[in-house]
């Protein structure tokens, strides 16, 4: 009987955890640009460029915040001051109040740093 499936045409390499190891390049020869590494090296550059404190904050990460610092506080109380009715009812409000704290202190902060970063630009291009 004739066989209705492809065979592989080259071997998967696993190892004992089950991870398939890639065996390199095996399409077209690299540039030099690639072989000296400078295009790998330029996009760690870049990725390195993005700092997390220029991108802009959002109330979701300001949100994940919040829900931290509240069940922390949640904790606290009902751990040390054995009140866990009154704690579990202000939960609601200390995550709204912390939310929009972190979130006001997180874009205070941004602005003052993008506002150091232009003036910085500035006397830079001087």
Do not use: C
């Amino acid at each position: 009987m004739a066989q209705t499936k492809r065979k592989r045409q080259t071997k998967h390499r696993g190892n004992a955890a089950g991870v398939v190891e890639s065996r390199g390049r095996t399409g077209r020869k690299p540039t030099a640009a690639e072989k000296s590494g400078d295009s790998r090296e330029a996009a760690r550059a870049r990725e390195k460029l993005i700092d997390k404190r220029d991108r802009p904050p959002t109330w979701r990460g300001a949100f994940i915040k919040a829900m931290l610092a509240a069940v922390l506080l949640l904790l606290v109380v009902v751990l040390f001051f054995k009140q866990p009715n009154q704690a579990i009812g202000l939960f609601p409000v200390v995550l709204v109040m912390y939310t929009l704290i972190s979130y006001y202190t997180d874009r205070w902060i941004y602005n003052r740093r993008q506002r150091s970063k232009a003036k910085a630009g500035k006397q830079a291009a001087r």
